[in-house]
Each structure stands twice: as C-alpha cells, then as structure tokens.
C-alpha cells in the first residue's frame, strides 16, 4: 500500500482545463497540544495558508471555493525534505572541513561553506520545472 500525506484544501483559482490552485492549511502540531498555552515553543508554532498547483482531468468539475482533499506520496514529502535541508547541509559541512583541512583557516573555511550553496540553490532554481513534475499533487 501506498502511504500519501493528505490535506484538506479548498480550491482558490480555476488556472486553465487541466490545472487547480487549491489552499492548504498548514497548522504545527502544538495546534492540538493541551499545554500549548504554558509551552514557549507553541509561541513560535504558527497556522500557514500554502497554495498549490493540483493537475487534474477536467477543471471544470471543480469551482473555486469547493472543499477538496490534496494528496501526495510520502515518499515526495522525504525527497523534499533531502533536497531542500539534508544536501544543502552535507554540502555546507563538507565544504567547512575539506577547506579548513588544506588552509586551516576558520574564515575561510566559513565562507566556502556559505559560497557551496549558491550553486546548490542556483542548480534547484534551473532544475525547477523537472523537479516540479516529481512533486504531483492530486485530488481524492
């Protein structure tokens, strides 16, 4: 069985015959925590209104401000979270050791730890649409 991660969205904007823009609302888990009130991370935990894109069949089946629920695989949901915190970080700390291993100088290994990345994010920026198709959301 496939796992998929689900939320229930409603649909903001009819794009073109194939495509929805839906909202989600991303809410932290300290939402639903009976000591939330007493707790000092709740005070950073926040509600989100994210949109987006869910390719469908046929749009006009769907109107703006109908209720839907947007699924996507669990398995996208780790890609994302590889890509977006888990290389950058190898990266930053290979980078910091390697030069700080050949200069065995702090500012410069720091610098080239912060410079790796702009090529990291640059090459995610160019690569967006391919990587875009690998993160379908659907409908229920």
């Not at 702090?106 to 912060?114: D, K």
Request: charged share 20%; glycine share 4%; aromatic share 8%.
């Amino acid at each position: 069985m496939e796992n998929i991660i689900d939320h229930p969205g409603i649909v903001k904007e009819i794009r073109d015959k194939k495509t929805l823009i839906v909202s989600i609302i991303s809410t932290s888990a300290c939402n639903h925590c009976s000591s939330k009130e007493a707790c000092s991370l709740s005070l950073s935990s926040e509600v989100k209104e994210k949109e987006v894109e869910v390719s469908v069949q046929n749009a006009d089946d769907y109107k703006p401000g109908q209720s839907v629920i947007v699924v996507m695989n669990q398995k996208n949901g780790i890609l994302a979270v590889v890509l977006g915190y888990i290389v950058p970080l190898f990266l930053l700390l290979a980078s910091v050791f390697v030069v700080y291993g050949v200069s065995h100088n702090e500012a410069w290994a720091g610098l080239s730890g912060l410079l790796i990345l702009v090529p990291y994010y640059l090459a995610l920026y160019f690569l967006n649409s391919r990587i875009k198709k690998q993160f379908q959301f659907r409908l229920k």
